[in-house]
């Protein structure tokens, strides 16, 4: 209003009133106000949000939300977007998907939208809805990672597949019957879901159905697995199978046939075949006709042959030949008889009648050849080769005769090419080449060189009577382009540096036989002489092929190599300094060189800098176990990004510099990156990360030595008297409530104060971050050790951990920067605390020592398998290892000392369990962790997971017995299990504090400053009351205080 009336001023107009009124200019500064509050509500909830505060990041968003719908300064759809990502945060999927589809209406086709709809629609259930969305998102935005491993998630997590890995389980052990109901239960789930093959559930109920000899049922299966997928075998062999025990043997020959057909597995195709043979024991009339056919044609009687062949065709009634079959064998008698039209028709009627019969592929082939059309017989030929492709080597005597007709293609293809012209012989290798695939491109020329060297000293054997005098190929020709492929193939040998320098000068000196005086050849020779460090003989060389400037540039290259050969010869010696003052020298003869052409706009692609030299010079950097190494091998990955041998240094790098949690992460990275397959780089990869993760186990990592040295005697020396001990576990600060709980402690009661949190603090990394931040700043310390939830791996997370350790080290990492103790701690004067990281054993379970057939923890991904909890004990070792029981010396005389240990899953077998859950022994404890806790001597031992409060002590100590015959099958090598001794005193107190009533419960106390206790003193700190304990108490303490009212299971 007041613009508007500035506004008629200016422009010369009478306002309707002579100024603006008192009441116009304040509604216009609060008009302002609420403008600006609600752009600043919307920065503050985008902040909270990075911060992964997603409470007050949804308090924020939400006013920012309803001011905005009165005063619409800000697009809505940016704040229900964020507003979602809160929702999500705090695993309120409902709220996420309300947003999320109403960001949609505002924008149906914005992507980032349709990511956060279909997110929550995997997160409450509705999978179809998710299926359709994250299927939308990918098709349309293929190079996303974060939309493939939405999608992938989905199809891993869906009930469909959960039934089939069901059946496969009950199918596998014998219980046909049992399998049945999940295959069943299975195409149930898929039929709305569709995450499925549904061929494939099909498949497995017909092949069920067929082992409880239920057969129509089998065959009905299999016509619906052949509906389903036509071209899959699998339909037509279960299909003949179930005809086989109805005897309708000519119906499942016809099946097997077209089931071998299509069937690129030579083991599946040894069995179909036998099958075949079986049926076959039957003759006909159409094999009477065949084999005369076949007779007449090995005899050269083709007019016979073709009258034989005729004759089976109209005598093949039932169908019991293949039509495609014979028609081929016609065909080639045509051929063979001098009629060409009629045997290209009936090759092309073979062909149409059955797509996949290599034969009607070849036998149109060399139709084609006599015609002289040659590019339509190209084509039939590798349609030939790429059918016979798919077949996997075996010692089968039919495979033999597969091998030889490839070969025989395989000939017949380069000289087809030959004849067109051979201009496209090597493109392969050279394309390769091109993008810096070395590996490839070798391969790519070898295959080329294959092809010719068929060639040689042949004048087209199969063909020379069909093709004219223009389509026949010299062998000084093929002699020709034989030497420029093996100056090719040189060239990429020698991109591998010295290791292959030796095969790059080789394959020189037979492009010099095939060429004699060529200088490419030369220059090839001279580069394979040069990394082999016979520098003169590269010199004469370089002589030969090249002169004037150019000349002097390979001599000058040819002195710098000289610097990298003497700094090798250091290195071996293990003169490191003098390596690296050598390695040096050639580099920076490198850069100058470069720096000149740059300068002159010459091409300067030669004066590149070489990998291999700075890489020499990383590792010798790393031999001094200097850090120089790691910008040196940096640098190499950024010049040869598809070179693995760096990435794999790298990892040694990192391991040599103590920095075992970045080598392991790297380790994978780099292997994912590469896409390495199953090669021999894929081992090194391996390789360095069983080391990295072995530097992690032993904690032989810079980072955990800081922690010691940070943290485990900061407080030593303060006085015991002044704090206090509390615990809790299984926070679950996803849960609103929980979160509330943490927020409204005391902020000023417990700050002398020390909190044991014994795991499972949240689903996902901010989350527990959030958490313990909280505590920190209520609590003088905070100790932590993870749970099984806090290493889960959820779809919002998969992009950004590979795997659970990953996000165990970053947690650790994390957790060190915002002061959460992780490490053992003397936390006041002969006070300390204990963490223990562990993890379940299936053993646990001591009435059945034995893997479960129950996945728990699928959210989890560890490398290890069943040795998790071994990796996770063995991280302990410098812990247990520790003397804490000493005499204090000082201050109020000696004073015993106290330790408490805590870890998140159970130590001993003989605590409450819940009720009801199927296998739960096998996943909540590990026995060889109580063993940790009797060599700490500790007094109380905090744990949780269970959520059964507990407070007290159990059973005697364990010990290793040996030749137990109930649990040798269970256990590996030694044949030890253990067990209870009786009379081997067990004196630490066990307590289990869950966070199972926030509303209603403080704060669990386990110290008092003056000794052990235990009792619930309130949020605010205040109102406690405690039972206390001691070390010598014979008998069981009753623990009837304020966590009773609970309702919890609490064991004496």
């Known amino acids: 209003a007041t613009a508007s009336w500035g506004c008629g001023w200016r422009q010369g107009l009478m306002p309707t009133t002579a100024s603006p009124t008192s009441a116009v200019i304040a509604a216009a500064k609060h008009l302002w106000a609420d403008r600006k509050r609600c752009v600043d509500l919307k920065d503050s909830g985008a902040g909270a949000l990075a911060l992964g505060q997603h409470a007050e990041a949804m308090h924020s968003l939400t006013q920012a939300l309803a001011l905005n719908a009165k005063l619409h300064v800000l697009d809505d759809f940016h704040l229900y977007l964020l507003r979602s990502d809160a929702a999500f945060g705090l695993s309120r999927g409902g709220e996420a998907m309300s947003d999320a589809n109403s960001a949609l209406k505002l924008r149906p086709d914005d992507n980032e939208a349709k990511y956060r709809a279909a997110r929550a629609h995997h997160f409450t259930g509705s999978w179809e809805a998710a299926m359709a969305l994250f299927t939308e998102l990918v098709q349309g935005a293929p190079d996303v990672p974060l939309y493939k491993a939405g999608l992938q998630s989905l199809i891993d997590q869906n009930p469909a597949t959960e039934a089939k890995h069901q059946g496969d389980h009950f199918y596998s052990s014998g219980d046909f019957e049992e399998a049945l109901k999940f295959y069943t239960l299975a195409v149930v789930q898929n039929v709305k879901l569709k995450f499925c093959d549904e061929a494939m559930l099909f498949n497995a109920r017909s092949q069920t159905y067929l082992k409880l000899k239920r057969l129509g049922e089998a065959i009905e299966e299999a016509d619906a697995v052949i509906d389903a997928r036509p071209d899959w075998f699998e339909g037509y062999v279960r299909r003949a199978e179930a005809l086989t025990s109805y005897q309708k043997y000519t119906d499942a020959h016809k099946d097997y046939c077209k089931a071998l057909d299509r069937c690129p597995s030579n083991k599946e195709r040894v069995y179909i075949r036998e099958r075949i043979q079986d049926l076959e024991g039957k003759s006909t009339e159409v094999d009477v006709h065949k084999s005369a056919g076949d007779m007449a044609f090995t005899i050269g009687e083709y007019d016979e042959a073709i009258l034989a062949y005729t004759e089976a065709m109209d005598s093949n009634h039932d169908g019991w030949y293949d039509d495609a079959v014979l028609l081929t064998c016609r065909s080639r008698a045509f051929l063979q008889a001098g009629i060409r039209a009629d045997a290209l028709k009936d090759a092309h009627n073979a062909i149409k009648v059955n797509p996949l019969l290599t034969d009607g592929y070849m036998a149109r ?83 080329a060189l294959e092809h010719l060297q068929a060639l040689e000293g042949r004048q087209q054997r199969d063909f020379a009577s069909d093709l004219d005098s223009s389509h026949v190929i010299t062998n000084h020709r093929i002699s020709i382009q034989m030497a420029v492929i093996y100056a090719n193939r040189s060239a990429a040998n020698a991109k591998f540096g010295k290791s292959r320098a030796s095969h790059a000068i080789a394959d020189a000196d037979r492009a010099l036989e095939g060429r004699p005086g060529w200088m490419k050849a030369y220059a090839r020779r001279a580069e394979g002489l040069h990394l082999l460090g016979k520098l003169e003989a590269a010199v004469e060389d370089y002589k030969r092929a090249y002169e004037g400037d150019e000349l002097d540039a390979y001599l000058r290259r040819n002195v710098l190599k000289g610097f990298e050969l003497k700094g090798n010869v250091f290195r071996e010696q293990f003169a490191h300094k003098e390596a690296i003052e050598q390695y040096t020298l050639a580099l920076d003869g490198f850069k100058s060189a470069f720096q000149e052409h740059a300068d002159l706009h010459a091409d300067t692609s030669m004066w590149e800098t070489p990998p291999g030299v700075l890489l020499h010079r990383a590792e010798a950097y790393q031999d001094m176990s200097d850090p120089a190494a790691l910008s040196d091998v940096q640098a190499v990955i950024k010049l040869a990004p598809k070179w693995a041998v760096p990435r794999v240094r790298l990892v040694e790098v990192l391991r040599t510099l103590k920095r075992g949690e970045e080598a392991y992460a790297y380790a994978l990275q780099g292997a994912a990156e590469l896409d390495i397959g199953s090669t021999n780089q894929a081992v090194d990869f391996e390789r360095v990360k069983a080391g990295a993760l072995m530097d992690i186990q032993s904690q032989d990592t810079s980072a955990f030595r800081a922690r010691v040295v940070k943290w485990f005697s900061r407080d030593a020396q303060i006085d ?56 920190t700043s209520k609590f003088r310390r905070v100790f932590f050790v993870p749970g099984n939830r806090d290493l889960w ?218 000794q ?41």
């Open 1012 to 1052: 052990l206790c235990g009792g619930n003193v309130p949020s605010d700190g205040g109102g406690d009351a405690y039972v206390h304990f001691t070390r010598d108490s014979d008998a069981a303490v009753d623990t009837t205080f304020s966590r009773l009212s609970m309702g919890d299971s609490i064991v004496n």
């Open 365 to 447: 082939m060399d139709a084609y050849l006599v015609l002289g059309e040659l590019l339509k017989a190209q084509d039939d030929c590798l349609k030939a080769l790429e059918f016979l492709q798919k077949v996997t080597d075996t010692s089968d005597m039919h495979f033999q005769k597969l091998t030889m007709t490839r070969n025989k293609l395989q000939d017949k293809l380069a000289v087809i090419r030959s004849a067109i012209g051979m201009e496209t012989i090597s493109s392969g290798g050279d394309a390769a080449m091109a993008a810096g695939a070395f590996e490839d491109a070798i391969l790519q020329y070898t295959s």
């Open 720 to 775: 015991r008297r002044t704090m206090r001990i509390f615990c809790v576990s299984d926070l679950q600060v996803d849960i609103e409530a929980n979160l509330r709980w943490c927020k409204a402690l005391s902020l000023t009661a417990f700050l002398a104060d020390v909190i044991i949190v014994a795991g499972n603090v949240a689903d996902t990394f901010d989350g527990v971050k959030t958490g313990l931040r909280i505590l």
């Open 793 to 1010: 791996i959820t779809e919002p997370e998969a992009h950004v951990f590979p795997d659970s350790v990953c996000k165990l080290l970053a947690l650790l990492k994390e957790l060190d920067n915002i002061g959460v103790d992780t490490g053992p701690a003397e936390v006041a004067r002969g006070v300390f605390i204990v963490p223990l990281f562990s993890w379940y054993n299936y053993q646990f379970d001591e009435k059945d020592p034995f893997p479960g057939k129950y996945r728990f923890d699928r959210f989890c991904k560890f490398p290890m398998k069943d040795e998790v909890w071994q990796w996770f004990l063995a991280m302990n070792q410098q812990a247990v290892l520790t003397s804490y029981r000493r005499e204090q010396a000082g201050g109020r005389g000696g004073e015993e000392c106290v330790v408490i240990s805590f870890s998140h899953f159970l130590p001993r077998a003989d605590a409450n369990m819940p009720e009801g859950v199927p296998e739960i022994r096998k996943n909540v404890g590990c026995k060889e962790l109580d063993m940790q806790i009797h060599t700490i001597n500790s007094d109380v031992h905090v744990f949780g997971h269970t959520h059964m409060a507990m407070d007290g002590y159990l059973g005697d100590r364990y010990r290793r017995i040996k030749n137990v015959p109930r649990y040798r099958e269970a256990n590996t090598g030694d044949d030890e299990y253990l067990c209870h001794i009786h009379g081997s005193e067990n004196t630490t107190r066990y307590v289990q504090n869950c966070l199972d009533n926030p509303e209603e419960q403080g704060v669990y106390c386990i110290f008092d400053g003056e």
